[in-house]
């Protein structure tokens, strides 16, 4: 995938100077798939020039946010390939194959504290820790399914199994979200006791249907990328029941 990435920003001549401290540049269509295609997250301003509205404040975001990987294409041919008409600054995450645009004239209050939130509250990945920012972006994703993982954070279990579901996790893009509830945190004790679970019953795996308000567990037992994926398949397939 690096390889790949390298060459075609090679190609389009987009990668950044020595002297360039800015974001990096995406001349062409090119560029800006293989950039979208290199993290989960991405961020692109797809923005005029350095002097429009909200470029500063979006530099001083991303300083912030250094987690999610930014660039610019101020090429307004490429802009119509992802249905942008004017300055705005998009977020593209692939757990959900989702586009989400802030469109800067269509928003009266820009500063930097907005767009570190606009980043934060979408910024869901095909593993998400649940917590009260991804929260916003969990529930306002077109997928209402999520498989949930409980355990508690600080365990041997817990980094294993996030490891575990991680990799497992984009197989079932577009259908499932995969998301991690830390059992030592109370303010997420609700959400266990949703699902019939107590404390020292973790770690557990469920499934929530958003749509349908409906839970299932996967019953007791070693939590196995086999168990888990056919469990997941057996909800798509709509052969779990209550």
Avoid at 5 to 27: H, M, Q, Y
Avoid at 77 to 86: C, F, G, L
Avoid at 144 to 161: C, D, I, M, Q
Avoid at 162 to 172: H, N, S
Wanted: with cysteine; glycine share 6%.
């Amino acid at each position: 995938m690096l390889v790949t990435l390298f060459s075609a920003f090679l190609l389009s001549s987009v990668i950044a100077t020595e002297k360039d401290t800015g974001p990096l540049r995406l001349n062409d269509k090119k560029a800006v798939e293989a950039f979208i295609d290199s993290a989960e997250v991405v961020v692109i301003g797809f923005l005029e020039s350095e002097e429009v509205r909200g470029y500063k404040d979006l530099l001083a975001a991303l300083k912030r946010v250094d987690s999610v990987p930014a660039a610019i294409c101020s090429v307004k041919e490429v802009w119509a390939d992802y249905s942008i008409a004017s300055d705005t600054i998009t977020l593209f995450r692939k757990a959900d194959n989702h586009q989400e645009n802030l469109v800067l004239a269509e928003t009266k209050k820009l500063d930097t504290d907005g767009l570190v939130k606009f980043i934060t509250t979408n910024e869901v990945r095909y593993i998400t820790e649940y917590n009260q920012v991804t929260a916003v972006g969990l529930f306002n994703s077109e997928v209402k399914s999520h498989l949930v993982l409980f355990a508690n954070r600080g365990t041997k279990e817990y980094t294993e199994l996030k490891e575990r579901l991680g990799v497992l996790a984009p197989e079932f893009t577009e259908k499932l979200l995969f998301v991690l509830i830390n059992g030592g945190v109370k303010s997420n004790f609700k959400s266990i006791n949703y699902f019939g679970l107590k404390s020292k019953d973790l770690p557990r795996v469920g499934i929530y249907d958003g749509e349908a308000d409906m839970k299932w567990l996967l019953p007791e037992g070693e939590i196995t990328t086999e168990r888990v994926r056919d469990f997941c398949q057996s909800f798509l397939r709509g052969d779990l029941k209550m």
